[in-house]
């Protein structure tokens, strides 16, 4: 503080020319003219779709990744002042002059240069030279397919970056020396890294997964010191723990947090979800629920949502048609009024509680709310049938009971109408049947069959909803068993006519209900995880095997009239010279680790170190960002490798500089190999050269060049048709 | 093996300390042997107790053989009961007859319990003919021959190079063959040899004073012993199946039509027919992707939601008239004899249901990128969308269609694509045959190559072809990934118990062997809950204590006889019991295939003897916890709780195993009144 103060004021300052210098230019080939092409590129299509609902703060599940990815381009957004209309539906098509294409995409891009310095830091800061960290930014700095995925409205380069800062930071809190405030600021730098990295995409959680590990083995060796008193290193691995562990799952909560608050409008997913989650959006099904009452009591009327929304969200509903006499396949049935699950609004869907005890229909004052363990009957609204099952096979679940509306046919077949109420979600065994809140069992008196959604569908007889069915082997906690009440009113009509009008009216009066912050990200997480789409394949999907050798490409845009177009496409010498170089590496690392098993050491100790710490960061980096896809049943695409590819690239300079020390002796050798380096470096440059008109989609190439491009047969490049 | 390598380095230290160290030694031994017991039955922790009750007395050998007995008293009591079949009986007995009968079929597990089933069928006079069989032998027994491989890999600080290490060595190989050539579970054993024998190489290049040539001899020892002749072993295992099995029968389908030529019976042994495809001819056209199906149609349709509704085309695995396709010219013309060339447009009629091969514009079912392929038109008559070309791989215009051997492609005339097999199942609609569409993607892959099979025209000589005898090697990889694609088709049927792994360790739900209702004669799987509890106690006590104990050391506490010993067991015995037990149960998590109850079998033996280690170990050390008169009481009245309860609960339960009439558990008067502890057991 005293020297700050000296006069006169001086500032001393060092700047690592070499490193402004790479990322002056990493600039320069991420930020120029990233406006072009004025048309929607790829993926900017998918994530354009949220980013419009984001502008207008609607609410949507997007089941590939956590939300802090679209908060990013949502920043762009709003920076822009993009006020979300655009119709994202093809590839291609052009931005109408609302869309503010730079500032959309100038974040992705900046993450994207900003990388180039960081692998540059990662080189220093895993002891290399200059020179070495230079070789490691100029292969960045000229890899094609990092610079194609760092100037579109994309996520790639922003997980990348940071994936890089986490692994940077860390290492210079582990370099710093002890104690300096400056060593745990990077710390917390590196957990809030890691947070960002996983808020992005799951894939991050893989990175961070290594930099734990590496973390923990770093701990287990301040454990060991016993330099450190008791106190000292228990504060130091709780410090590690705060920073690493508790603060990017605080921070992971906290971006849910800021997503659903700024997400209120009720839209499109709002059906996945829960209908007390649905209640706590703007618009949707708020306005449905508003002043109903709270309690279910006899003599309500109510309908009744299937918790599970496989197949689909639907409501119990009967309508005024029965069973076929037969089936197709020759069973019978009891020929009474079918129950179905109905996946629409509809005023059958309607039905009262009745207590079986009382001829009343309507809800006595003061109402005398259902409770758990309660015995119901259930009518229907507007044909008078009780929901009744009984021992005949259900249409589609042979197995099960059917359920029906009873008609007494005279049959020696008797009306079995009464149904418990077991609330699965109660807190004491005398809980009160609330509206949206509570999860129902209905099980049946007669037989303890379970009211449950099969998840089949009806034949045309059934008009195609869903069959209900009575399961009597049922067991443990099934959504498909479990029901609850969505909309909800106090019965107050005597007459079958008066209640079908009232039936028929919407249901009004006001309260609001809140669900907490965390029920909200335990369903709504839960949702984004096991919802599936549909497996589609993909044109330009590819193989984890294919990404290797890069045997696959992918088109992003193509000019509507010229031959103009983007790929992204790696820089195949670059790639080659990655997989050399992890190969060589693994073959120094096993050769050095047989040796000094022998207790024969070829290089000092502290270089031994400084190499397997160089492969933990770049071939562990790989193998964590690689390997988990294939076990990964999602269609997969050739940008999925490139976090993989960063670090893989790498590794390149490593090996080189290993090389160059400790395996070659003479200066001539060096020399040679010097020389070998450099021309593999111009050969970068050139490959780099050659594949920029399909990188920035400018200039024009003629066919026969195209044609000259493609240099593998697998390679996809476009040709217009003359 | 961790017992054992510290047994050999006291040896090497303390020699005057021999006769305790023998001792233990043996007491490890009892405790092995579980691997032959089934798991949580209380003779396996009677054992593991009193092997620390017996420190220091001699050998009880007695107790060995006393486990021995038990074990296969409780195995073989009441083994003729119940007279029926039960559960997966049905399914091995089915084959044990097909054995006997040499009939070809296809199972999804490698085929060595298969045949020792069929052998015991055969030694005990059962002729196959029945539709099932019930040999006098358990099918769970192959689970436990990867266990004793574990033991026998415990052998390795026998004197190095003498006769039994040999013996123990190559007893270890023939094993770990033995264990996945009955189920391909054997391969996590397998995983768990070969890291611990990693690790015990790893220890020997350490050891400075073994030279680097003794070092190679205990290299390749291991290479030999453990990789060369379990392989040599395991295929001539396959070898034997597929000598055995040398005539066709119901899996015949699965395989490639070079694969069928080998089975006496099949059409495709020593076929005559005529050597190129012509117009006119009856085929069937086989899918060239390993497991691919027929070219199939049948009356049903497309329901409707699924592009057009018309004919459903798809491949199909079994040999069926349906498969069967007629060649014909667009213009319909049958003259005289004419060979179909690549490059000509051809029209595929379906014979039973003289419908077109079709395709057109509306996506394909599940594929939905590809377009959807139909039978349309009636008699043969139908419209453009009818018209393929035919294209041999590799081959060019006027090219003849060998029969068999030709890899033909057919594209669809108008709209450019080929027609393809995606190899995914169509749900109920489609019989849960395999899809087929049309791709318009043209890479050649085997999913859009096809060959013609059967060939029928009374037109041409037929030719004899002998051609596709496929070389061994192919036809095990071929039978391997058949079996792997089966393996991972098993999907749970529609209202069939499907077992989570979750449910396992805390002894969620067993298995209804036989019988449900009160009448019937009822054997419910199911583990004794006090033991599968006890298990999951200590799985947790274990990982408590592995903490504690390693931070302890890196602390650098001094640690002190028995204390460190304890400390040595915990850390490298119960790690590698540990890392079994995860290595037989996390895999199930990844597997998308149908699973049962009693595929955590393997991984509950890990865990029952690490229970026995962990718990052993902590009553031994309880004295950290409080003082010396109080500790031994606890450490008395531990041993005598754990045994008297585990023996209890076995008697409660062993209805349950041996089979009971009567009521069921909710009604008071029923023997198993009040043990239903849990809503989710059926019985």
């Not at chain 2, 690790?199 to 070092?215: A, E, T």
Request: with cysteine.
């Amino acid at each position: 503080v005293m020297q700050g103060l000296k006069l006169p004021l001086t500032v001393k300052c060092e700047v690592d020319l070499l490193l402004v210098a790479v990322t002056v230019l990493s600039f320069l080939t991420r930020l120029s003219g990233i406006q072009f092409p004025k048309a929607v590129v790829f993926d900017e299509v998918y994530y354009g779709q949220f980013l419009s609902l984001y502008m207008k703060r609607v609410f949507f599940i997007d089941e590939s990744g956590p939300p802090f990815g679209h908060m990013i381009l949502a920043l762009g957004g709003y920076l822009g002042g993009f006020d979300g209309n655009f119709v994202w539906n093809r590839i291609g098509a052009e931005y109408t002059s609302n869309v503010p294409v730079w500032t959309l995409r100038v974040i992705p891009a900046l993450a994207g240069s900003l990388c180039v310095p960081l692998g540059y830091l990662l080189m220093v800061e895993l002891g290399f030279t200059h020179l070495t960290a230079l070789g490691a930014s100029v292969l960045l700095l000229l890899e094609n397919s990092l610079i194609v995925q760092s100037r579109f409205m994309l996520l790639e380069s922003v997980l990348i970056f940071f994936l890089l800062l986490a692994v940077v930071s860390y290492l210079r809190f582990y370099n710093a020396p002890n104690n300096s405030l400056c060593r745990w600021l990077w710390l917390i730098l590196s957990g809030a890294s890691c947070a960002f990295a996983v808020g992005l995409k799951y894939m991050g959680l893989f990175t961070y997964l290594l930099l734990l590990g590496l973390a923990a083995v770093h701990t287990w060796h301040v454990i060991g010191d016993k330099t450190l008193s008791n106190v000292s290193f228990y504060c130091y691995v709780v410090a590690r723990f705060l920073a690493l562990v508790v603060l990017p799952v605080v921070m992971y909560l906290g971006f849910f947090y800021v997503h659903l608050t700024l997400l209120y409008h009720s839209g499109p997913h709002d059906q996945m979800m829960s209908s007390a989650f649905q209640a706590s959006l703007e618009g949707g099904l708020a306005r449905i629920t508003q002043g109903q009452p709270l309690e279910v009591a006899f003599g309500s009327q109510v309908t009744l949502r299937s918790v599970s929304s496989k197949p689909l969200p639907c409501w119990l509903h009967s309508h005024k048609a029965n069973y076929p006499i037969r089936y197709e396949n020759g069973r019978g049935s009891s020929h009474q009024q079918q129950v179905t699950c109905y996946p629409f609004k509809d005023v059958n869907n309607w039905w009262i509680i009745k207590d079986p005890s009382k001829q009343s229909l309507v809800v006595s004052s003061p109402p005398r709310p259902v409770r758990h363990g309660d015995i119901i009957q259930l009518l229907h609204g507007m044909t008078s049938r009780f929901l009744n099952t009984h021992d005949v096979a259900a249409p589609m679940s042979p197995h099960s009971q059917e359920v029906s509306g009873y008609i007494d046919f005279n049959v020696s077949m008797p009306a079995q109408n009464l149904w418990r109420v077991d609330i699965t979600n109660r807190e004491s065994d005398r809980d009160v049947w609330k509206t949206i809140l509570s999860e129902v069992r209905l099980i049946h008196v007669n037989t303890s069959a379970v009211l449950k959604l099969s998840g089949a569908s009806l034949p045309d007889w059934g008009f195609r909803q869903l069959e209900v069915v009575g399961d009597k082997i049922y067991k443990g906690y099934q959504q498909s068993g479990v029901w609850n009440v969505e909309e909800h009113r106090y019965g107050r009509s005597h007459e079958q006519k008066e209640r079908e009008l009232e039936l028929n009216s919407p249901t009004h009066d006001d309260i609001n209900r809140n669900l907490t912050f965390m029920a909200k990200f335990i369903e709504l997480q839960w949702k984004m995880l096991t919802v599936r789409n549909e497996e589609a394949e993909h044109k330009y999907s590819s193989l984890p095997l294919e990404w290797i050798s890069m045997d696959t490409n992918i088109a992003y845009w193509l000019h509507p009239s010229s031959n103009a177009q983007i790929h992204l496409m790696g820089n195949i010498v670059t790639w080659t010279f990655a997989n050399l170089a992890l190969f060589v590496y693994v073959l120094l690392f096993l050769a050095y680790l047989l040796r000094r098993r022998r207790k024969i050491n070829d290089i000092p100790e502290a270089s031994w170190e400084q190499l397997v710490l160089a492969g933990v960061v770049c071939s562990g980096g790989w193998a964590v960002n690689y390997l988990p896809f294939f076990l990964m049943e999602k269609t997969l695409f050739l940008y999925h490798y490139l976090p993989a590819l960063t670090f893989q690239i790498l590794q390149i300079p490593v090996v080189v500089e290993h090389l160059y020390i400790y395996v070659l002796r003479s200066a001539s050798q060096q020399k040679a190999f010097g020389g070998v380096v450099l021309a593999a470096l111009c050969s970068v440059y050139l490959c780099y050269h050659t594949f920029s008109p399909l990188t920035y989609g400018q200039p024009e190439l003629t066919s026969e060049q195209l044609a000259a491009l493609r240099w593998r047969e697998s390679w996809d490049i476009l040709f217009r048709k003359r | 093996m961790e017992d054992r390598d510290r047994f050999s380095e006291d040896t090497q230290r303390r020699s005057c300390s021999k006769p305790p160290v023998r001792n233990r030694r043996a007491c490890r031994e009892t405790e092995k042997d579980r691997g032959k017991t089934k798991p949580g039955l209380p003779e396996t922790r009677k054992t593991g107790l009193q092997c620390s009750d017996h420190m220091n007395q001699p050998l009880p050998f007695w107790l060995l053989l006393c486990v021995a007995v038990f074990s296969l008293s409780t195995r073989f009591y009441n083994i003729t009961e119940p007279p029926h079949v039960c559960w997966d009986e049905t399914h091995f007995g089915k084959m044990g007859s097909y054995y006997i009968n040499r009939t070809f079929f296809f199972d999804v597990h490698p085929p060595l319990g298969k045949m020792l089933i069929g052998l015991a069928g055969y030694l005990t006079g059962y002729d196959g003919t029945f539709p099932f069989v019930k040999p006098g032998d358990k099918y769970e027994d192959h689970n436990y021959w990867g266990m004793r491989g574990v033991n026998n890999n415990i052998s390795y600080t026998l004197q190095p190079f003498s006769l039994s290490w040999w013996l123990w060595l190559i007893l270890t190989g023939v094993n770990l063959s033995g264990s996945l050539g009955v189920k391909f579970v054997g391969l996590f054993v397998i995983i768990l040899v070969g890291i611990s024998t990693a690790w015990d190489l790893w220890k020997l290049l350490g050891d400075l004073n073994l030279s680097l040539v003794d070092f190679a001899k205990h290299l390749f020892a291991r290479i030999f012993g453990l990789i060369i002749l379990p392989l040599f072993l395991y295929t001539t295992i396959f070898a034997v199946h597929f000598a055995v099995l040398n005539r066709s029968g119901p899996g015949d389908g699965f395989f490639s039509s070079a694969f069928q030529s080998r089975l006496i019976g099949n059409n495709l042994h020593n076929a005559t027919m005529p050597e190129y495809l012509a117009y006119g001819s009856t085929i069937t056209v086989k899918n060239l992707r390993i497991a691919g199906g027929y070219l199939h149609s049948h009356w049903h349709l497309y329901p409707e939601g699924v592009g057009a509704h018309q004919q459903q085309v798809t491949a199909y695995l079994h040999k069926d008239y349906n498969n069967q396709w007629l060649v014909k010219k667009p213009d319909n013309h049958a003259e005289t004899p004419e060979l179909v060339r690549h490059g000509d447009i051809i029209r595929l009629e379906h014979r039973e249901t003289t419908r077109n091969l079709h395709s057109h514009l509306h996506e394909a079912p599940l594929t939905k990128k590809h377009l959807q392929v139909t039978g349309y038109g009636i008699n043969g008559t139908g419209d453009l969308n009818d018209l393929w070309q035919v294209e041999v791989c590799g081959g060019k215009k006027g090219d003849p269609v060998k029969v068999l051997r030709s890899k033909v492609r057919f594209l669809h005339r108008s709209t450019g694509c080929v027609l393809f097999s995606s190899g995914k199942t169509l749900p109920k609609w489609g019989w849960e045959q395999v899809e087929v569409t049309c791709s318009p993607y043209l890479k050649e892959t085997p999913n859009s190559q096809w060959n013609i099979e059967d060939h029928i025209n009374p037109n041409l000589p037929n030719i004899s072809l002998h051609v596709l005898k496929p070389s061994f090697l192919e036809i095990l990889l071929e039978s391997h990934i058949v079996m792997i694609r089966g393996n991972s088709g098993l999907k749970p049927k529609d209202n069939e118990v499907n077992s989570k792994p979750w449910h396992w360790p805390i002894n969620y739900q067993g298995l209804r062997f036989s019988g449900v209702n009160e009448t019937e004669y009822r054997v419910y799987l199911l583990g004794n809950p006090v033991i599968w509890w006890l298990n999951l106690f200590s799985l947790g006590l274990f990982v408590v204590m592995v903490s504690v104990c390693s931070l302890a050391l890196q602390r650098g506490a001094k640690l002190e006889g028995e204390r460190k010993a304890h400390c040595r067991v915990i850390l490298e015995g119960g790690g590698m019991l540990f890392l079994a037990w995860l290595l037989h149960y996390l895999p199930f998590y990844t597997m998308g295939r149908i699973l049962y109850y009693h595929h955590y079998f393997p991984a509950v033996l890990f865990s029952s003897m690490l229970t026995g280690i962990t718990l052993d170990t902590f009553l031994q050390n309880v004295d950290l916890l409080c003082r010396p008169p109080y500790s031994k009481y606890i450490l008395r009245g531990g041993q005598t709780v754990l045994l008297v309860g585990i023996l209890y609960s076995f008697y409660l339960f062993h209805p349950l195993s041996y089979g009971m009439r009567g009521p069921l558990a909710h009604d008071p008067s029923s023997s198993m009144a009040g043990l239903r502890w849990l809503d989710s057991w059926e019985f």
